[in-house]
């Protein structure tokens, strides 16, 4: 049995409400959908048992009425396990994952900025990457918008 | 109690591209340090979506002037896999080499950046001369000494002749030799020993903790490299190793980087001497079947992922990108802090950083700027005009400098 699928296996004994959820998508490619209240758990599971120190980078997506983030952790085999979390788009807060990663603070910044996430517990910091004088509500990066509509709002 | 907060930036005396410092001093030391990025946000993923994938290739490369290889491949390879494509293995090789070649002329790049923070000019004036020999290859090979435009989807679009293979291995044997001093100055100058050591130290836990990356990790024993951990293009088959450093600091980074340049010239040796025969790319659909794929790649400055969200049409639907300065830059503040102000310059400089890599988003003009080319005589009579409004009068100097 492959590492991947060891891992695999693992995270189907430890949370069973993953059942079905956790598919290899190639070598090295894992990729689970996670309820969000359990993503604490499975976090703190994987990267500390089943040993997964890196977070690469968190890829947020604008799906509808739903916002989803994937959060792309590491071994230091080279394989990669991806966990998804999905909010409402109207409510869309998440807690910080800098307890497990520090170096989370950057990429989460980009997720308010860019996305509109609320991250719970986030320190105060410069905001990231936007500038300070962005219009509020603003989130470039969800489907609906576009810089002509900002243009237009703004000359009216 | 701290004496005086300066800003540094986002016009920096030390980089060519916009970042910006808040440095709290007490004296001469800096006692807190922090960070704001995003000057160069060009709105790149966002641009994505609206663009067929092939074109999406194009802007791709354009996010970063140095590692341009790095991001197109590292895209390429997620769209790849989400159609189910394997590309063939001369192009794998190919792309291993450029990979390399672009390495080695960043790293060149980077000695003299981090010679001229330090006041050794010589060093730059060396390393940047040797820098034309890779891009002067770069140019025969792909046609640009930057943003080269070799890779495609399914594979790469030059061919690399078995002459040119020959001129390639003359123009890294010169290299090596040059890399080789290099190395002796490295350990032996005392200039460069003693400015560079103890300098921006970074234990190996701060690494781990903040997920730095490339050879700023590897400087501070961290021996994590795509390469090795998870291969691709022709890294699988090729033999390299991965070089690490204990002396977590500038001078760590400094050895680091020189020693890599050994490795990039093994590995183009042998890719180039081992290079199957075949065709150079396959056919890739128009449209992209649904599906995700996240992509990771070794860029000089350290790992480059890249996730793509594809959905059965021609445009992906999502294309996150995260550079390798992104990881790298949370752990200048640490580096910063508690260390003398002269010391900012090399301790930026030393993670090598690329602003135009990591802030890849947003840019929106105020109102309609016209644009305006100004040919050299008139750049010349609207100077001369800016200072006789000051009160200064330049016309009547005998200008005999021919440009």
Same mark, same amino acid.
């Given at each position: 049995?492959?590492?991947?699928?060891?891992?695999?296996?693992?995270?189907?004994?430890?949370?069973?409400?993953?059942?079905?959820?956790?598919?290899?998508?190639?070598?090295?490619?894992?990729? $689970?959908?996670?309820?969000l209240?359990?993503?604490? $758990?499975?976090?703190?599971?994987?990267?500390?048992?089943?040993?997964?120190?890196?977070l690469?980078?968190?890829?947020?997506?604008?799906?509808?009425?739903?916002?989803?983030?994937?959060?792309?952790?590491?071994?230091?085999?080279?394989?990669?396990?991806?966990?998804?979390?999905?909010?409402?788009?109207?409510?869309?807060?998440?807690?910080?994952?800098?307890?497990?990663?520090?170096?989370?603070?950057?990429?989460?910044?980009e997720?308010?900025?860019?996305?509109?996430?609320?991250?719970?517990?986030?320190?105060?910091?410069?905001r990231?990457?936007?500038?300070?004088?962005?219009?509020?509500?603003?989130?470039?990066?969800?489907?609906?918008?576009?810089?002509? $509509?900002?243009?237009?709002?703004?000359?009216? | 109690?701290?004496?005086?907060?300066? *800003?540094?930036?986002?016009?920096?005396?030390?980089?060519?591209?916009?970042?910006? %410092?808040? =440095?709290?001093?007490?004296g001469?030391?800096?006692?807190?340090?922090?960070?704001?990025?995003?000057?160069?946000?060009?709105?790149?993923?966002?641009?994505?979506?609206?663009?067929?994938?092939?074109?999406?290739?194009?802007?791709?490369?354009?996010?970063c002037?140095?590692?341009?290889?790095?991001?197109?491949?590292?895209f390429?390879?997620?769209?790849?896999?989400?159609?189910?494509?394997?590309?063939?293995?001369r192009?794998?090789?190919?792309?291993?080499?450029?990979?390399?070649?672009?390495?080695?002329?960043?790293?060149?790049?980077w000695?003299?950046?981090?010679?001229?923070?330090?006041?050794?000019?010589?060093?730059?004036?060396?390393?940047?001369?040797?820098?034309?020999?890779?891009?002067?290859?770069?140019?025969?090979?792909?046609?640009?000494?930057?943003?080269?435009?070799?890779?495609?989807i399914?594979g790469?679009?030059?061919?690399?002749?078995?002459?040119?293979?020959?001129?390639?291995?003359?123009?890294?044997?010169?290299?090596?030799?040059?890399?080789?001093?290099?190395?002796?100055?490295? /350990?032996?100058?005392?200039?460069?020993?003693?400015?560079?050591?103890?300098?921006?130290?970074?234990?190996?836990?701060?690494?781990?903790?903040?997920g730095?990356?490339?050879?700023?990790?590897?400087?501070?024993?961290?021996g994590?490299?795509?390469?090795?951990?998870?291969?691709?293009?022709?890294?699988?088959?090729?033999?390299?190793?991965v070089?690490?450093?204990?002396?977590?600091?500038?001078?760590?980074?400094?050895?680091?980087?020189? /020693?890599?340049?050994?490795?990039?010239? /093994?590995?183009?040796?042998?890719?180039?001497?081992?290079?199957?025969e075949?065709?150079?790319?396959?056919?890739?659909?128009?449209?992209?079947?649904?599906?995700?794929?996240?992509?990771?790649?070794?860029? *000089?400055?350290?790992?480059?992922?890249?996730?793509?969200?594809?959905?059965?049409?021609d445009?992906?639907?999502?294309?996150?990108?995260?550079? *390798?300065?992104?990881a790298?830059?949370?752990?200048?503040?640490?580096?910063?802090e508690?260390?003398? =102000?002269?010391?900012?310059?090399?301790?930026?400089?030393?993670?090598?950083?690329? %602003?135009?890599?990591?802030?890849?988003?947003?840019?929106?003009?105020?109102?309609?700027?016209?644009?305006?080319?100004?040919?050299?005589?008139?750049?010349?009579?609207?100077?001369?005009?800016?200072y006789?409004?000051?009160?200064?009068d %330049?016309?009547?100097?005998?200008?005999?400098?021919?440009l």
């Amino acid at each position: 049995m492959s590492t991947e699928e060891k891992i695999q296996q693992e995270l189907l004994k430890r949370f069973s409400f993953l059942d079905g959820k956790v598919r290899l998508q190639r070598a090295k490619r894992l990729f $689970a959908d996670v309820p969000l209240d359990d993503f604490a $758990a499975v976090l703190e599971y994987a990267s500390r048992e089943l040993r997964f120190p890196i977070l690469l980078t968190i890829t947020g997506l604008d799906e509808g009425e739903d916002l989803g983030f994937i959060y792309h952790l590491a071994r230091e085999d080279g394989v990669t396990l991806n966990l998804k979390i999905n909010v409402k788009k109207d409510g869309p807060s998440i807690r910080t994952v800098t307890a497990y990663f520090p170096g989370a603070e950057i990429y989460e910044r980009e997720l308010v900025d860019l996305l509109g996430a609320r991250i719970e517990g986030l320190r105060e910091g410069e905001r990231y990457p936007l500038p300070d004088g962005w219009p509020q509500g603003q989130y470039p990066l969800r489907k609906d918008w576009n810089a002509k $509509a900002l243009k237009d709002k703004e000359a009216e | 109690m701290h004496d005086i907060r300066i *800003p540094v930036g986002p016009q920096h005396p030390a980089l060519k591209e916009p970042e910006s %410092f808040r =440095l709290a001093l007490s004296g001469e030391k800096i006692m807190e340090a922090s960070v704001r990025l995003g000057y160069n946000h060009r709105g790149i993923e966002k641009a994505c979506e609206e663009r067929t994938y092939i074109q999406d290739l194009y802007l791709i490369e354009r996010i970063c002037g140095i590692c341009s290889h790095a991001h197109s491949t590292c895209f390429l390879q997620a769209v790849e896999e989400l159609a189910g494509l394997e590309i063939p293995r001369r192009a794998a090789y190919i792309r291993s080499v450029i990979a390399e070649l672009e390495r080695v002329h960043s790293h060149l790049l980077w000695l003299g950046v981090a010679g001229h923070e330090v006041g050794f000019d010589t060093l730059l004036m060396y390393s940047w001369k040797d820098r034309e020999i890779v891009l002067d290859l770069l140019a025969q090979m792909t046609g640009n000494r930057v943003n080269y435009g070799i890779n495609t989807i399914g594979g790469v679009r030059r061919d690399i002749s078995a002459a040119l293979a020959r001129e390639v291995i003359k123009g890294v044997d010169a290299l090596e030799k040059r890399t080789r001093y290099y190395i002796e100055v490295a /350990k032996e100058e005392p200039t460069l020993i003693n400015r560079l050591s103890g300098v921006g130290v970074l234990s190996r836990q701060d690494v781990l903790s903040l997920g730095a990356v490339g050879p700023t990790a590897r400087a501070s024993g961290v021996g994590r490299d795509v390469r090795k951990d998870d291969p691709y293009a022709a890294y699988g088959e090729l033999d390299f190793e991965v070089i690490t450093d204990k002396h977590n600091d500038v001078y760590g980074r400094t050895l680091v980087r020189l /020693k890599e340049l050994l490795e990039s010239y /093994k590995i183009i040796r042998q890719a180039l001497d081992n290079m199957p025969e075949g065709q150079l790319a396959v056919k890739a659909p128009r449209n992209i079947p649904a599906g995700e794929a996240l992509s990771r790649y070794e860029a *000089p400055r350290g790992e480059d992922v890249h996730y793509v969200k594809s959905n059965g049409t021609d445009k992906p639907d999502r294309v996150k990108v995260r550079a *390798p300065t992104l990881a790298n830059i949370q752990t200048v503040a640490l580096m910063l802090e508690d260390r003398y =102000l002269a010391d900012m310059p090399i301790v930026v400089a030393a993670i090598d950083p690329c %602003f135009s890599c990591t802030d890849r988003m947003i840019s929106l003009k105020q109102k309609r700027q016209r644009r305006r080319v100004m040919r050299w005589e008139e750049l010349r009579v609207y100077g001369i005009e800016w200072y006789r409004s000051r009160g200064v009068d %330049f016309s009547r100097l005998n200008n005999s400098l021919k440009l």
